[in-house]
Nanobody
């Protein structure tokens, strides 16, 4: 199986910056897309940014120009640099790995996606 562990959340003032990191572990062969989603209280979980193994990125309109996603394929890690943070960025941020192949008992398996446990980001005004 595959586990995702996030780090880097916390409390920051408006206009500040935070960097989130997520590390995927397990007998991983490939991960097609890694990304970040967020969920504010009482709202659905929404896409923030994704990046493919070929470095193609996709951002929510609300974070374009402020957030940057990056990835290290060799280490199975993904990072989200968040600048110019706003109160509306406050949410629990979840790491996602999609299109995962992994080894188990000398065979290769496919899993649609995995989720991390989430990390809280709070932007105070």
């Amino acid at each position: 199986q595959v586990q995702l562990v996030e780090s880097g959340g916390g409390l920051v003032q408006v206009g500040g910056s935070l960097r989130l990191s997520c590390a995927a572990s397990g007998n991983i062969r490939t991960i097609y897309t890694m990304g970040w989603y967020r969920q504010a209280p009482g709202k659905q979980r929404d896409l923030v940014a994704t990046i493919t193994s070929g470095a193609s990125t996709n951002y929510a309109d609300s974070v374009k120009g402020r957030f940057t996603i990056s990835r290290d394929n060799a280490k199975n890690t993904v990072h989200l640099q968040m600048n110019s943070l706003k109160p509306e960025d406050t949410a629990v941020y979840y790491c996602n790995a999609a299109g995962v192949t992994y080894y188990r008992h000398e065979m290769v398996y496919y899993a649609q996606d995995y989720w991390g446990q989430g990390t809280q980001v709070t932007v105070s005004s």
